[in-house]
Every structure is written in C-alpha cells, then in structure tokens.
C-alpha cells in the first residue's frame, strides 16, 4: 500500500531534550515536506526537500533541523525542543516530474513539549 | 509572495443542501490552487486541484472549484452536502514550480441532519 508513515504517533518530552521524528515514504517520491498544525493558523510549512541531499527552509524552520540521506526518509529533529513546539507535525511527499502534484500526507505526530 | 485567505473560519448547513467555501489568493506568480481536506484526528485528503488547465476543476466526492483570476478567488462548492462532508477544509496555493506550499486557516465545515 502506498503510503506516508511517521513515528511517533504521540510523543511527551521535556523542555530540552532532543527528540527525532521519522517520515518515510513508499512512493520513490522526490518531494518531501514536513509542517506544523496549530490551532486557527492552518498548516505552515517547515523544511522541505527537493530530492537527496537536497533541502530547504519553509516559513517556520526556528528550532528544526531535517535531513535527506535517502530518498524514502526525511527525519525531523528538534536539538533542543520547547514548549513553544507544541505541535501536531505532518510529513507530506509528492512527485517531482512535471508540474506540480497532490501531496500525500502522513497520519501526523502530536508532540507535546513540557 | 502567496498567501491564501479563507474567509469563513466555521460553516454549518443543513444535509442536502449546497456548500461553499471560500478562498481567495495572492501570489506573485501564476499559481497552482488545491483543497485539501482533514477528517477528525485523520491526515489530509487531496479533494482538487487547479494547475492551469481548465478553470473549473472537479473532484472527489462531488466537490468543484473554480478559479477566477481576476477576483483571485478559488472557492470549493458542493450542489448536497452529507454528513460524511463534516470536516476541516483547507485551501493552499504554490508557485507553479510547485516547492513552498501556503495553507490557508482553515474552514469548518458543519452538516446539520
């Protein structure tokens, strides 16, 4: 089954303590993507990678990091999260051929930082 | 630069009767428009998408769309809405490039039995 799967589903840290979550993909898609979601303000845009080794900044990279080793994997990583990163994060991929193509997005992470 | 306006953050109609929902856009560029929408505690469901082909665009579950270039508009429509149509919808715009993505807030859409 085609498919975006992120881990963990649920998470509860503490202020400062690194945390990775993971996004992979079955698709051989060459776009990927992670956002945020908050209450009133929608969906906003992380980090984004257009194909291996490849990425770049969205509208709220403050306090992320990301990584494109593999094609299939695009990992989230917060050195030092706080509580202001109080989130539900998606994972999102698409192709990258011709034109610009839907996003087929993960099942979301709510992490909780206290 | 793009962003997206959804002017209606809650909507509630009866069952069986038309939805709208309205986005309207700015961007520096020819645009690319979609509709995304995102059941309770699920991920995001692609409904349309409007790259520069026809300007009505027709999607799933009987959901359309039109673009309007000069009211810079894309608002979803429903001629029925069902139950089932209870969710958030989300309206978002790229560049034609096709690598940043800007979501609008969000409107809830409520179907009252």
């Known amino acids: 089954e085609a498919q975006v799967t992120q881990n963990p589903r649920y998470l509860i840290t503490v202020t400062g303590k690194k945390l990775t979550v993971t996004c992979s993909q079955n698709?051989?898609?060459?776009?990927m993507s992670w956002y945020r979601q908050d209450p009133g303000l929608g969906l906003r845009q992380i980090y984004y990678?257009?194909?291996?080794?490849?990425?770049d900044k969205g509208d709220v990279p403050e306090g992320y990091k990301v990584s494109r080793k593999e094609k299939r994997n695009f990992p989230l990583i917060l050195e030092s999260p706080s509580p202001n990163q109080t989130s539900l994060y998606f994972c999102?991929?698409?192709?990258?051929?011709?034109?610009?193509?839907?996003?087929?997005f993960g099942p979301g992470t709510r992490l909780t930082v206290l | 630069a793009q962003s997206v306006t959804q002017l209606d953050s809650h909507v509630s109609v009866s069952e069986g009767t038309p939805v709208l929902l309205r986005c309207n856009y700015s961007?520096?560029?020819?645009?690319?428009l979609f509709w995304y929408v995102q059941h309770p505690n699920k991920g995001l469901q692609l409904l349309l998408k409007?790259?520069?082909?026809?300007?009505l665009v027709k999607g799933i579950n009987g959901f359309e769309a039109e673009f309007k270039k000069s009211e810079t508009s894309f608002h979803l429509t429903k001629p029925s809405a069902h139950m089932s149509d209870a969710a958030e919808y989300f309206c978002?715009?790229?560049?034609?490039?096709?690598?940043?993505?800007?979501f609008g807030t969000g409107t809830s859409l409520t179907v009252i039995p």
């Open positions: 698709m051989n898609h060459e776009y």
């Open positions: 978002v715009v790229t560049r034609n490039t096709g690598n940043q993505f800007y």
């Open positions: 961007s520096s560029y020819s645009p690319s």
């Open positions: 990678s257009m194909n291996v080794e490849v990425t």
């Open positions: 409007y790259t520069s082909a026809a300007t």
């Open positions: 999102a991929s698409s192709l990258w051929t011709s034109g610009v193509n839907e996003q087929f």
